[in-house]
């Protein structure tokens, strides 16, 4: 098994198209893409996955076409790289993997109605609070520092922002509302009251 570089804190991401899944389908394309993922802010070339993984040049170039045009990856930006480089390098546009899918008219109709906004104000402080207050955890307790992401490496040169440490709080955060939502008896008795539970 090789080193990983970048840690992994969610291990899937959705599916939103019959293109999407039979790009997915194919073996190869988690091997290419999990060595994009690995290589992080900087990317990685064509040829270096065809040397470390042994795939077919067809098969890469073909892959790396789909993914890009699926917007998986995106291309290094040509102003950042050295001078002189020409190789195309790709990087996971998809690391924070674990996007969760929501329906495009709900999703649009929560942002039309105001509702997602006036949410996501309620929830910011508390959730930013639990979010400092957890880092400290992790930083203070040794058996968590090393799930802890890397500092001042693999910042995004698209959004400016490390990939593997939003994917740390966003993993954290979602196994803290499905824990909620799903084992919580204060959630049950509001769905009871609801009408989307029975009380039996």
């Given amino acids: ?25 194919k073996e190869s394309t988690w091997r290419i893409m999990d060595y994009i993922r690995q290589a992080g802010a900087q990317g990685i070339t064509a040829e270096d996955i065809i040397e470390k993984e042994k795939i077919p040049a ?34 996971c546009e998809r690391s924070t993997w674990g996007k969760y899918g929501i329906d495009e008219e709900f999703d649009t109709l929560l942002k039309v109605s105001g509702l997602l906004e006036s949410i996501t104000e309620e929830m910011r402080v508390p959730v ?34 490390s990939h593997e440490a939003m994917e740390f709080f966003y993993a954290t955060l979602l196994r803290s509302i499905d824990l909620m939502i799903t084992e919580s008896d204060e959630f049950k008795k509001f769905l009871v009251e609801m009408k989307y539970a029975s009380d039996d």
């Fill in 128 to 161: 930013m609070k639990a979010f400092r207050h957890m880092y400290e955890e992790f930083g203070a307790r040794k058996e968590l520092q090393k799930f802890l992401p890397t500092k001042q490496t693999n910042i995004c040169p698209n959004c400016q922002r």
């Fill in 1 to 25: 098994m090789k080193p990983r570089n970048i840690k992994t804190y969610l291990t899937h991401f959705p599916v939103k198209s019959y293109l999407e899944a039979d790009i997915l389908s």
């Fill in 58 to 91: 067809s098969v890469v170039y073909s892959t790396l076409k789909e993914l890009y045009r699926l917007e998986f990856v995106f291309l290094y930006p040509r102003e950042k790289k050295a001078k002189g480089e020409r190789s195309k390098r790709f990087v």
